[in-house]
C-alpha cells in the first residue's frame, strides 16, 4: 500500500484547508483510513478515522463539528475538511490505513502510512 498525502499549507486562523490522501497498491474499499497530525515538539495523536464502508467515523474531541472525513471510492482517495481552523491546529498531518474494517484511534493498529503534510495555521 502506497498513501500520498497533499493539501496543506499556510491559512489564517479561521479559514479552511482540504487534504486529500490518494491510496494504491491495494482494494481501498478493504481499508479503514485514519488522519493523526504531530505538532512541533509533541507526539503524534489521533484527528479521524472512517471505516471501510464511510458509515463510521471518530473524531478526536477538539475537533468536532469542525473537521469532517470522508472517501471517494471511485478516487481512491481520503479527504480531510479542516474549517475554522485554529492556530493550535498547526501540525504535520498524516494519512494511515489499516485492514480491518472499522477505524480505531489507535496508532499502532495502522499498518501503512503517509508521509505527511504540513498545515501551519496563523493567528
Known amino acids: 500500500v502506497q498513501l500520498q498525502a497533499s493539501g496543506g499549507g499556510l491559512v489564517q486562523a479561521g479559514g479552511s484547508l482540504r487534504l486529500s490522501c490518494a491510496f494504491s497498491g491495494r482494494t481501498f474499499t478493504r481499508y479503514s483510513m485514519a488522519w493523526f497530525r504531530q505538532a512541533p515538539g509533541k507526539e503524534r495523536e489521533f484527528v479521524t478515522a472512517?471505516?471501510?464502508?464511510?458509515?463510521?467515523?471518530y473524531y478526536e474531541d477538539s475537533v468536532k463539528g469542525r473537521f469532517t472525513i470522508s472517501r471517494d471510492i471511485a478516487k481512491n482517495t481520503v479527504y480531510l475538511q479542516m474549517n475554522r481552523l485554529k492556530p493550535e491546529d498547526t501540525a504535520v498531518y498524516y494519512c494511515a490505513a489499516d485492514g480491518n474494517y472499522d477505524a480505531t484511534r489507535w496508532a499502532h493498529e495502522y499498518d501503512y502510512w503517509g508521509q505527511g503534510t504540513l498545515v501551519t495555521v496563523s493567528s
Open positions: 472512517i471505516s471501510w464502508s464511510g458509515g463510521i467515523t
